[in-house]
Structures are given as C-alpha cells and as structure tokens.
C-alpha cells in the first residue's frame, strides 16, 4: 500500500510540475513576445505620422464636411496598403455647420461696462438670428434648478448654466460625466420654461480663455416648444460673468451666431478586416471615431484613437504574427453629434449574427496608458473578465491595470452580443485641457505616449486572440 501510494505521489508531482513547466513557458513566451511588440510600436511605429496627416493634411472632419469624406478615403487607402481586407460601410449623418464666428458679450454692465466673452456655439445648436439675442441672464448650476424656476423665473431670459466639473475627483471622465448634463440638455430644458437662449460653462478642469464646444441636443423639449440657441463661454469667462452677476443682480447679455443644421449627408464606417485562421467568426474589433470638431484638428479625439487603430494592425504584421480570429479595424463616423456610424455597425452586425468576442475602443486621447476599463453583459462579465485578469503580470511591467467600467461609445452598442468590451485607459488628467478646443492639435500629441498606446493595445489584442475569453 505504501509503494502504491508513493507511485501515486510521485505521478501526481510529475504532473504537476509537467503542468507548473508548461504555464512558465507560455508565459516566458508571451512576455518575450510583448517585449517585442513595444519594441516594434516605439521604433517602428506609424500612428504618429498617421496622425500628423489627418491633422494637418486634412484638419477638422466634422461629420458631414469635405474632410471628413477626405479622412474616410485616406484610412480606407493606408488600411488597404497594408493588405487588409477594405470596406466602406454607408450611414447617414447629420450636417451641421458653425459658420461665421461668434460673438458675446455682457451688455453695459454697471460695474464693469462692455466685457466680451469667448464663446464658441455648442454642436446641434440653432442659430441666432442675423441681430443675435440681447436678453436678462440668470445663473442656475443644475437642470432642476431651472425646472424649480420655472416660467415665472426663466420666462424671456437667458440661462447662464455654471456648474464646474468636480476638481475633487481623480478620474476626471466622473468629473466630465457630473457636469455634462447642462451642456447637453441645458438648452432643451432652459427652452421648456421660456427661456430665449442658454450659456454653459466650459467642461474642463482648467481656468483659461479656452471655450470647449460638444455636442447639444433638443430630444427633451415638450411639443410645441423650438429650440433655442446655445454657446459654452470659457471657465475664465464663466467666472467673469458669474461675478458681474453678483455684483450688478441685474446683468444684460449678447450673444450673435449662425450655426445651423443642414440636410443629413451620406458617409462611411472604414472597415479593415483580417480573417481568423482557425476561429473565423470571433471577431476582435479594435476602433476610434474619424469624425471631429471643426474648431481645430481632432489629434487627441479621437485622431489618436484611429492611429491607435490602424497602427496595432501595422506592428502585428511587421511581426509576422498570424491571427487565429478575425482582426477587425474599424474607423467609425459621427460619434461627436449623433452615433449614427456605431448604430448602423451594430445593427449591421447584429442582423449578420455576428459575434464579437472583444471589442476594444480608443476615444480618450493619446497620452500614456494606463491600462484598460472593461464591460460586458452582468451574467458574463465576472467570467470573461476571470480569465482576462489573469494576464495582468504580462501587464504590469508596462504600467497597464484593469479595471471595470465603460468601454466606449462606438463599440456599447456591441454588449449586447456577449463578448467583453474595453476602452484604452490613458493618464487623462490633462485630456479635458484640450477636449473640443481649438488646441486640440497634432503637436498637442506626444509621438511616445501615442506610441505606447499602440503597444498597450496590441498586446491586450495577442493574448485575446491566442487565448481566447
């Protein structure tokens, strides 16, 4: 019996050590693999130059504009170049357009006289008439409190929304996510209760001359009631206006624009695809949105995302590596004023039966990464993600960590199909600096931080695609 029983001890310590080899030999492989991935983003890159094209070639693509036409032919050729399989996926797309430049000012303060604002016309927004708008202006810092106004308070005025975003909170996207409400539905809200036109702080953290645009919308106005006229004033101007108000109680302002939205124009999602050579129909789609604001190029976003994009393709292909599931890039359209790109995707995908086993979006700008949020169905997530944090000593050398939360707003749409969605987590500190300004630009981009992106996400992509979830 003691005999049997060492046998036994002695097979199950031959298996096991059989098993321990193994797993350190998959990991010295895979780790000496993404050694060589970084290698090759940081010297062999070519997200930077991608994005120097996009930026200073072609300049601001708002859906809808001759640049954004340009931008989805130009990825289309550098995708087709490096031998993936192209398609343009057609979407219709809003046409917006800001026109002349704006103007604002407080009207013969008591205090202070004539004061100019800088202001730039939120995305979506009507116009003003050719005279502008010179109305009362009242100070609110959130929704309800207009609705606690009401008519009698806000009837014939202009809503000067001024809620700053939460210095406090170190994930400054909680920050941005606190505080956009009154930007995206201010007007609608302000309008409901007879308000002639609205004024919003600018979302970021910093104090400076910088008005930020986005997107507005209208879909909360009650029947009957137009839309009316929106601008985001800088935070240093905001705070101007907010003192003026203080001081003078009763404080007259101007505001003139001609923004408008014109007839919905076609466009494309790009879509650049490798097949599987043994799981064909596991899809791991990696994306960023070409379209931008026209206020200044769109380098951070998402010009970044889209290098980020084409380039993890690029550096799997200078290795010679040879997916096992399909590689799928994607270039969505309209993200920044209506998702009709991501929608259409979706809905072409899901009418395909598709499955995308992982799908990974990069949409909060180029700067050093710092791992990856991650997002599924309640019932697969603690699954998918189980296998997915075991990788995290592959990782960590890198400065990458996981974590739970969103994954982005072209590729949610996708979580309905069961597969684990992430979205590229950089230091974000200083995103909100450039987020819908005029300096969001290609020099604003640090070609090392970008490239390390591209590294970051490739090596997430190769242990999805050789493991699998």
Known sequence: MKKLLLAFSLLLFTVTAFSQENTTSNSDEDALFIREIYDAALLKGRAYDWLNYMTNQIGGRLSGSPQAASAVEYTRQMMDTMGMDVTLQPCIVPHWVRGNKEQARVVNSKSMGTVELDVLALGNSVGTSDYGITAPVIEVKSLQEVMDLGKEGVSGKIVFYNRPMDATQVKTFNAYGGAADQRVHGAAVAANYGAIGAIVRSLTLRTDDIP??????????????????????????????????????EVDLFFRTNCQMLKPEPSYNVIGEIKGSEFPNEIILIGGHLDSWDVATGAHDDGAGCAHSMDVYQVLKRLNYQPKRTIRVVMFMNEENGLAGAKEYARVSNEKNEYHLTAIESDRGGFSPRGFTMQAKPDVFPIKSKKVIKWLPLLRPYGLELEKGGSGADVSPLKSQGGLLFGLNPDSQRYFDYHHTPIDVWDAVNKRELQLGVAAITSLVYLIDKYGL
């Open 212 to 249: 930020h645009t986005g997107s507005t919308v209208y879909n909360q106005l009650n029947e009957g009631v137009e839309p009316i006229p929106v601008v985001a004033v800088s935070t240093m101007d905001a705070d101007l206006l907010s003192d003026i108000i203080e001081n003078d109680k």
